[in-house]
């Protein structure tokens, strides 16, 4: 059997881009060179987010919405271009850990499609306390809004890249974290 081919710059945009946003982007590798590459564009993935979340916010606010509404949407326009993924992962989470079940059975309370309890509570605040934290930096000036947007989003997705590397194993071997947990060397983390 060969080896996989390199990956070039572009594998990795396709694939950070392909699976952590809706943007129309096709992943042409889903292989372990590509999650590598992958995970190390996260950030950047996070910036087009983000950017995107605080243009929205922005344009709100120069249409006189004011600041609460102006949060509101910074925080809808990640969710709407992730499809939710970080807030179901979120409130799987939530779940599992609520559940004070041993670890195998917490995760698979956290595989099931719906959503309990613990997962709806950490999700209403979590969102609230988005919601607040933006409306007030919009409120201080809507520079810092805007900065709070994109550093919020570059950071979670940077701390997907730290996740994903090497010695972190996945919690599940066939979950969707498997094909990326433990591809990203130390020094490429760093």
């Known amino acids: 059997m060969s080896a996989p081919s390199p990956t070039s710059p572009a594998d990795g945009l396709r694939f950070a ?7 129309p982007v096709r992943v042409t590798r889903w292989d372990r060179p590509a999650a590598r590459a992958g995970m190390l564009c ?11 979340a605080a243009a929205v916010g922005l344009l709100l606010l120069f249409l006189g919405a004011g600041a609460p509404l102006a949060a509101v949407a910074t925080v809808a326009v990640p969710a709407a271009l992730t499809r939710g993924l970080h807030l179901d992962g979120l409130a799987d989470t939530a779940d599992g850990l609520g559940s004070a079940k041993p670890a ?26 988005q919601v607040a934290a933006l409306a007030q930096a919009y409120g201080g000036s809507w ?3 805007a900065l709070a947007a994109v550093v ?3 950071a979670a997705r940077l701390a997907l890249t730290l996740a ?18 433990g591809a990203v060397p130390g020094a490429g983390a760093l």
């Open 42 to 52: 996260a950030p950047l993935a996070g910036l087009v987010v983000g950017g995107t």
């Open 164 to 181: 994903a590397r090497t010695g972190v194993p996945p919690a599940r071997p066939e979950g969707l974290g498997a094909a990326v947990a």
């Open 104 to 129: 195998e059975d917490a995760l698979r309370i956290m595989k099931q499609s719906d959503i309990g309890p613990f997962g709806v509570l950490t999700l209403v605040l979590v969102l609230l306390a």
């Open 17 to 23: 881009f392909g699976t952590l946003t809706v943007l």
């Open 152 to 154: 919020s989003a570059v």
């Open 143 to 145: 520079a810092r809004g």
